[in-house]
């Protein structure tokens, strides 16, 4: 491939990730729905939590080793920080795809990767959700906020159901 042809514009470039993250939220949807028809709403649920557990970790130790995260080129139509200076995201690429395949009731349990990939680099402290577009609100707003014992204790036995750490997500019963 010449020079050239890898200097793509901008736009092509967000279209591809557009197409890369919407198939794998496709992904997440089929191993999500097989998971909850094979073993039940709740303990299915609990086994994506887990999945995405672990997903969350491995991604967490590749950034310990400088390899790359998601680019939010074409991950949100917006970001920014709020008033209070949490980080906000508005037109989420994935939950778009939940959203157009019917599949939210599923679907926002992706949004567990960023609470298991923060307390993977520092198991003191976690990302969570006070909106989330996966659950039907209009933007997603973050917040860092420290771990409990028992939070961390879950976390690094995979043992119970995981999915408290996140009070937005937790609540939500899609």
Known sequence: MSEEERNIPIEEAIEATRGALSRVALLHIAFSKVLVEEFGEE?????????????????????????????PLGLYDETGE?????????????AKVF????????????CYV????????????????????ACGDESCTMDIVPTTEKEQESFASRIGSWR????????FKG
């Open 164 to 171: 408290s750490v996140d009070p937005r997500l937790f609540e």
């Open 114 to 133: 960023d609470a298991a990939k923060m307390m993977a680099m520092d198991p003191d402290a976690k990302m969570i959700y006070t909106s989330c577009e």
């Open 82 to 94: 709020t008033d209070e200076g949490r980080p906000f995201a508005r037109g989420c690429t994935l």
């Open 99 to 110: 959203e157009e395949e019917d599949a939210i009731d599923v679907g926002y349990l992706y």
């Open 43 to 71: 303990e299915g649920r609990d086994l994506v939590a887990k999945a995405i557990n672990e997903y969350g970790e491995r991604i967490a130790h590749r950034l310990q080793k400088g390899l790359p995260d998601l680019t």
